[in-house]
């Protein structure tokens, strides 16, 4: 059965790649650059005679085998069937994470097809826009093939406040919600507008795509887009569980359900649960169980832990669910638990969780004994201007 929804990579399949012909063409892929036969877009530009020139790969890599943080580094390879340069925009310090000018030498037109899943802190499509603020600079053409956000896009859906001044980082470099609703185009959109580029810029856009849609809904095939986001379950809970990376608790990396399965030696996944429960908020239900992580936080040691699974997707409200696990594991184990004090993703001046919250407020608020309806309840007007403010963005 055909899928529901058309990607702006299988418009241009289904065009025969006319618009790129003749042209000098650099591509931002990754492993879901796939059409809706699973065919990656590398290969289908070569067979069609496209001049690909450039490739480049954003965090994890254009192959997606480096793990979260993990710096590709060295020369940048041939890629063996096009000849053409690999260079990786994630590397060894904060610099790298942007393109430079020599990488776009040689290039008619940049094109963008990578999966986001929704959430603010989830690096592709920053590096997307440090690429449009470069294109801006060097008068290069940038074509944005769309595709779905996984959360589906609807106004209600919105959660978490802007970032404040001092809190922007590569988990947060552009002004917005957490949770945003933005398919990859009308996040493109959204940044030439905020950062007032002068780019020439086009989105091809998604056919058949709907705001109330879930991924499922759309028909297209799943590719883990990380090597710690595998399944769609898993994109529904990130826009929360990521911030256990400004923890001391185990995200479940390292388990075969990361962001889904979360712990600590320290914490007894019962009582855990029982004190979260309440305000997690409807769509979830907490079990307890244990973990024994194989990579990062706690590798190797038992952790009391909690499974989260999904019961009802639209009522989900992740960043609630974390705020309280948040709440619930320092109310347990205030002497154990902890905030991640080393530096991330090269900044070394601010807490990760006060990146990923973009504000220290939340951190405060819990540090001072807030809830998670606290927390929540100081991201409302926020949110509620976003969802305002964001419209001229929006494509659908």
Known sequence: MAPRVQTGLDTLVQEGFARLKGRRVGLLAHQPSVDAELRHALPLMHAAGVNLVALFGPEHGFGGAAQDMEPVLGEAPVEPRTGARIHSLYGDSEASLRPTAPMFEGLDVLVVDLQDVGARYYTYAATMGYCLELAAE??????????PNPLGGRDEDVEGANIEPG???????????????????????????????DVDAHVVPLRGWRRDMTFED??????????????????????????????????????????????????D????????????????????????????????????????HVTDRWAARSLRLTTALLVAAQALAPDAFGWRTEAYEFVTDRLAIDLLYGSARPREMIEAGGTADDVMASFAEAEEVFREVRRGALLY
């Open 138 to 147: 060097t008068g290069l053409e940038v074509l944005v093939l769309d595709r």
């Open 167 to 197: 809190y922007f980082s590569f988990v947060g470099a552009y002004d917005m919600a957490i949770r945003h609703g933005f398919t990859l185009g009308e996040y493109a959109r959204w940044v030439i507008d905020r950062k007032k580029l």
């Open 218 to 267: 759309t028909g297209l095939p799943w590719v883990l887009p990380s090597p710690n986001m595998p399944t769609v379950d898993t994109a529904w809970i990130y826009p929360g569980q990521c911030l256990l990376e400004g923890t001391n608790l185990s995200e479940g990396r390292g388990t075969c359900r990361p962001f889904e399965l979360c712990g600590a030696p320290y914490l």
């Open 269 to 308: 996944g019962e009582r855990w649960a029982a004190l979260a429960a309440p305000r997690v908020g409807p769509g979830f239900v907490l079990r307890p169980t244990v973990i024994r992580p194989t990579v990062r936080d706690w590798a190797g040691q038992d952790c009391g832990a909690i499974q989260i």
